[in-house]
């Protein structure tokens, strides 16, 4: 891979040598580590919001079932509230694997042979990295930056699997 790849890779990750430096001892950088406290602050206020709108809808829809006494707009109250509670255990659990990555410090190591693959979903298009014993999701610039068969080193959080740098192996 060329060097202008590298630095494409280098500036599509957000990493510096520091960073790499770092990842290669086994642990986040300080840069890393602020990114991962902006990425668990901002997925906090965009799921508080999500919640709030869903329990919102929530409230909405079962004071009209109520008030006309409608058995689907029960039922339909209920799953918006199951739903509410699904998209809050989430929450937290992304919440709970950011902290643990923050608190350990730790970063995990996937290296070798790289199989790019693309999987379809609905309309939806998820590009995918397969490495060592992982698989990493990766947004479609970093998917076409990385190229297939190449022996690459990846470094990631190892609780919340997010990527941090990656280098030819």
């Known amino acids: 891979m060329s060097t202008a790849s590298d630095s494409d890779l280098a500036r599509l990750l957000d990493f510096t040598p520091e960073d790499l430096q770092a990842n290669h001892d086994g642990r986040l950088s300080p840069r890393q580590t602020t990114r991962l406290k902006r990425l668990r602050r901002r997925t906090t206020l965009i799921n508080a919001a999500i919640m709030f709108l869903i329990g919102l809808a929530a409230a909405v829809v079962l004071f009209l079932s109520q008030r006309d006494a409608s058995a689907v707009g029960l039922l339909v109250g209920l799953a918006l509230t199951v739903i509410n509670a699904v998209v809050m255990a989430r929450a937290v659990q992304n919440w709970l694997r950011l902290a643990d990555d ?20 609905g309309r939806v298009l998820i590009y995918v990295l397969k490495v060592d014993r992982g698989e990493l999701v990766v947004p479609k610039d970093v998917f076409n930056a990385v190229p297939d068969g190449a022996r690459y080193c990846f470094y990631r959080a190892r609780r919340s699997g997010t990527l941090l740098a990656a280098e030819p192996a």
Do not use: S
């Open 102 to 121: 923050l608190r350990g410090g730790d970063v995990e190591t996937l290296n070798g042979v790289v199989e790019r693959t693309v999987r379809v979903i």
